[in-house]
């Protein structure tokens, strides 16, 4: 029994050592795919960039970049209830992925409740996307909600981080407007 330990040990690690060289190949050739899918984000063919990011997701899982990605290609795409699910799988893998929750609350055509789309924008913001489209839009929705004071929040926060962004001007005029009017008292005049 002693001289066999010896022997399934030393297998094992041979084994083992062999299984990690496949996987840094796999990693290496996910690189190189995913590489090549950006290549072709910046000429805009988004079909052959979906090819090479689902090679990348396909040979290296754990590769968020790549998942995030192809979320993002799918959502160019018009295959929205697929990015949706490639957003959910970079959220479980890495919790602490702010853009993710952003596109899930960006994509508010969908099948969730509005609560979702506010819960996943107000995510993305506290988990660092503090880019302005995610106060935008989270401002557009406090906008469309009635919530004036609110989206006049956010979008002086977009404004703030991008100070040549005539919607979200324009928007929180709007929003500014509809507050004034919801807080004039309310008189009737001609009424016996």
Same mark, same amino acid.
């Not at 062999?18 to 796999?26: L, M, T």
């Not at 960006?106 to 924008?121: G, V």
């Not at 006049?152 to 919607?167: C, G, H, R, V």
């Given at each position: ?11 094992? @690690?041979? !084994?083992? *050592?062999?299984? #990690? =060289?496949?996987?840094?190949? +796999?990693?290496?050739? /996910? ?75 960006? @994509?508010? !055509?969908? *099948?969730?409740? #509005? =609560?979702?789309?506010?819960? +996943?924008?107000?995510? /993305? ?68």
């Amino acid at each position: 029994m002693k001289k066999i330990f010896p022997i399934l040990f030393t297998l094992l @690690l041979i !084994f083992s *050592s062999v299984f #990690s =060289q496949v996987s840094d190949k +796999n990693k290496k050739a /996910a690189k190189t795919a995913y590489n090549s899918a950006v290549e072709n984000i910046q000429t805009m063919n988004f079909q052959a960039a979906l090819s090479y990011l689902d090679a990348a997701v396909e040979l290296d899982p754990g590769m968020t970049t790549a998942l995030l990605q192809r979320a993002k290609v799918k959502v160019e795409l018009g295959k929205t209830d697929d990015a949706i699910k490639d957003f959910k799988k970079v959220i479980e893998k890495d919790p602490g992925n702010g853009e993710s929750y952003f596109y899930l609350g960006y @994509l508010p !055509f969908t *099948s969730d409740t #509005s =609560q979702l789309i506010i819960n +996943n924008l107000n995510m /993305a913001i506290q988990k660092g996307y503090k880019q302005p489209q995610a106060f935008y839009y989270r401002g557009m929705y406090y906008l469309l909600s009635e919530q004036y004071s609110e989206a006049i929040n956010d979008f002086t926060s977009a404004t703030e981080l991008k100070p040549n962004y005539p919607l979200a001007y324009h928007n929180r005029a709007s929003a500014k407007e509809h507050w004034a009017i919801c807080r004039e008292p309310f008189t009737i005049t001609g009424w016996l």
